[in-house]
């Protein structure tokens, strides 16, 4: 083992668990991984592959560093890397996250002629009138009549849902489905979801399916106020 | 200072030129000096519905332009003295010969001398459409119960929000109680659900309003018409007074109708 602290490894059912010190250098950790390795070869050189998982604590990995630590851990012995983690992320990753799992709120009449286009999802306090359209990169959510035309998962996100008090869109989309919304002989009565099934149709339905079929809508789930 | 009331629509031929005569004639009729605009340049309609096109001098375009002196350019009515007057829209010219800013000059000055000016607004969105409202204090929205009239409306409404003009207010034009009652007519209900702004009159579609019109007398001249009463109330609303708006109907019914009616129909 000699001086490798700044490297530890824990077996897993997955795979190895690689945990890199982030507070010495890049270069000594390089070279312990290296060492590690090395030192236990005789383990890794089985016939099967060994899946590994490396988590670089509080320091932050760049492309190549990535690169780096992949070329060290030396793929001919069945050595597979898995993930690369870390607790700490770019700035700028940050905010894009953010503005991806952003919920906007919105209190208005979306008139015809007007488009909202938000990333994130999307909740409106208001109609959206026959002519008006709504757009998110996320889910879209309607406290109102749903009369235009919503667009949910607009870049692409076939797992996006709409929800509306009254369904009675001109057009509903997800991702790149597009549908013309279906006859009904008489208004509908309670609040409806529409998603995406396994076949890839356009399903409207009751909201109690939602929560079936899409569990990970659940925004507060592990942050406890479900569990409370 | 005066304030400044664009009526619009979006579509054409719903009344907007018919409603601005008439509620501006109204407003007159309250004691208020009213100065209608027409800014429907080109296509001008106002003064031949007041019955004044044989006095058009100067027009709009001609005080925009600096022509003439704003006091030049009023149609003075001479039925109702020193109450009412007229600023005519130019025949010869189109719409883009005046810009917002021009408006907004004129209105501006016309607010220092009237208490109510009725700026008469082109169809369309265009740049007619934005010369109207550059001046404008408040909006009256004028639509009939008509899919395609409600469906501009919504889209003018979503552009009168966006312009610092005051809520707009609307009123339902040239509604048929025989139609809406077996169903084959948008009901106010329907079409203010859809709008979601203030309602602040409903005039009912009458043959008189056309032949008045015709006759350049507008229809509130005449006391006791069902039309004409309707426009007296919109005009006192915009004044502030509070009256309920009333039935559609005037033919008696009995008593379990006229309940069913008290929840459904209002006029």
Known sequence: MGNSQNVTIKGTKDGLLLRLDDTCSFSTLLKEIKETFTSHAHMYDAKHEVHIHVHSGNRFLTEEQIAQIQAVIDPNRNLIVDSVDSNVILKEEAERMIQENRMTLIHNVVRSGQLINISGDLLLIGDVNPGGMVMASGNVFILGKLKGIAHAGCLGDTSAVICASQMTPTQLRIGDLYRRSPDRDELPTEAECAYIDEKHDLIIDKLSVLKKIRPNLNRFAEGGILHG | MGEAIVITSGKGGVGKTTSS????????????????????????????????????????????????????????????????????????????????????????????DFDYIIIDCPAGIEQGFQNAIAGADQAIVITTPEVSAVRDADRIIGLLEKAPIDA????????????????????????????????????????????????????????????????????????????PLQHLDEESEGIFSKIKRFFSIRS
């Open chain 2, 21 to 112: 005569a008439n509620i501006g004639t109204a407003l007159a009729l309250q004691g208020k000096k009213v100065c209608l605009v027409d800014t429907d340049i080109g296509l001008r309609n106002l003064d031949v519905i007041m019955g004044l096109e044989n006095r058009i001098i100067y027009d709009l375009v001609d005080v925009a332009l600096g022509k003439c002196k704003l006091h030049q350019a009023l149609v003075k009515d001479k039925r109702f003295e020193d109450k009412l007057f007229l600023l005519p829209a130019a025949q010869t010219s189109d719409k883009n010969s005046v810009n917002p800013e021009q408006m907004k000059t004129i209105i501006e000055e016309l607010k220092k």
């Open chain 2, 168 to 243: 707009p207010r609307l009123v339902i034009n040239r509604i048929r109680s025989n139609l809406v009652k077996d169903g084959d007519m948008l009901d106010v209900d329907e079409i203010t659900n859809i709008l979601a702004i203030e309602l602040i009159g409903i005039v009912a579609d009458d043959d008189e309003v056309i032949k008045a019109s015709n006759h350049g007398e507008p229809i509130v001249m005449n006391p006791n018409n069902k039309a004409s009463i309707a426009y007296r109330n919109i005009a006192r609303r915009i004044l502030g007074d509070s009256i």
